[in-house]
């Protein structure tokens, strides 16, 4: 009950820093799509705005390779994200996805490794900051010689 009282402060600052993290990795070379309706050029963008007010910081990416090798490179070296699947709390969080397995209604057929991620509380640019450092990594693990 004590985290009610500043839930609206919580929920704005996760909507801003979501978006603000989601648009930078859109426009990432690496980067096939981000799922995430609030963006504008989401399949789903239509339907969210006409019935959502907010937003949280859960979002999906697929990337244009499936290497899980240079993938765990990315993500083992994180900072500040933290594997993890507890949505919802102040800190960071990205977690592998296989739509393949979980998807019952429409079949997965993109291409591609899937990360989720959600952003926390902590100060965008230092996320940022993680994130560009993680792509380093997945670059250079994917100029590697296998």
């Keep these: 009950l004590r985290g009610l009282r500043s839930m609206g402060a919580r929920l704005r600052q996760h909507q801003a820093s979501g978006?603000?993290?989601?648009?930078?990795?859109?426009?990432?070379?690496?980067?096939?799509?981000?799922?995430?309706?609030?963006?504008?050029?989401?399949?789903?963008?239509?339907?969210?705005?006409?019935d959502f007010t907010g937003a949280?910081?859960?979002?999906?990416?697929?990337?244009h390779t499936g290497s899980e090798r240079a993938i765990a490179r990315m993500v083992d070296g994180y900072r500040l994200f933290r594997l993890g699947a507890s949505w919802g709390g102040f800190e960071s969080l990205v977690i592998p996805a296989v739509p393949t397995k979980v998807r019952t209604a429409v079949p997965w057929v993109e291409t591609g490794?899937?990360?989720?991620y959600h952003v926390g509380l902590e100060d965008p640019d230092d996320l940022l900051e993680d994130l560009e450092a993680g792509f380093a990594r997945l670059n250079a693990a994917l100029d590697e010689k296998p």
Excluded: T
């Design 19 to 50: 978006l603000r993290i989601a648009r930078w990795i859109q426009n990432r070379p690496e980067v096939k799509r981000v799922m995430y309706p609030p963006l504008p050029g989401d399949p789903g963008h239509r339907l969210w705005k006409r």
């Design 113 to 116: 490794y899937v990360l989720r």
């Design 56 to 63: 949280c910081s859960l979002f999906g990416v697929v990337f």
